[in-house]
């Protein structure tokens, strides 16, 4: 059977990419990646059919990560107002290696809605503002 457990999925930032902090208490990471090219028409008067090329990439979108409230952690996003680096890593292999998905943006927060005998979450909405690159990270040493 192939698969792979989301458990123990992670995310960090920092403003420096060599220097990451890893958030704790994430409930949920959004679908993450670049969107197709657009599609640029290059159709001439004497074509039978249309014709195009593909264009620049759009990795213009939000990423919603929600996370089970702490304190401590949602104040020091919320105070955050400049681009950051971002990565997501997915759970490692069994050599220890493993795969993540890099990229900066711009994150603001908002506290979940609130119902009786329910846990307060907030969302952290970043902005992408680059290429989301995928690589494969070797085992630490």
């Known amino acids: 059977m192939a698969g792979i457990l989301t458990k123990d999925m992670k995310l960090f930032y920092g403003a420096e990419a060599s220097s990451l902090t890893e958030l704790k208490n994430l409930m ?12 640029i028409d290059v159709t001439v008067l004497t074509d039978d ?7 620049l990439g759009d990795s213009a979108q939000d990423l919603a990560f929600k996370f089970l409230y702490v304190e401590d ?11 950051q680096n971002w990565e997501v890593r997915l759970p490692a292999n069994a050599d220890g290696s493993y795969k993540k998905a890099t990229f900066t943006g ?9 119902a009786p005998n329910g846990a307060l ?3 952290l909405n970043v ?9 494969t990270e070797p085992k630490k040493a």
């Open 28 to 39: 949920e990471i959004p679908e993450i990646g670049n969107n197709a090219p657009e599609k």
């Open 49 to 55: 059919v249309k014709k195009s090329i593909s264009g």
């Open 73 to 83: 952690q949602f104040t020091t996003l919320a105070g955050l107002t400049t681009t």
């Open 106 to 114: 711009t994150p603001s927060v908002k506290l979940g809605a609130a």
């Open 121 to 123: 979450t907030y969302t």
């Open 127 to 135: 902005s992408v503002e680059s290429k989301i690159d995928f690589a």
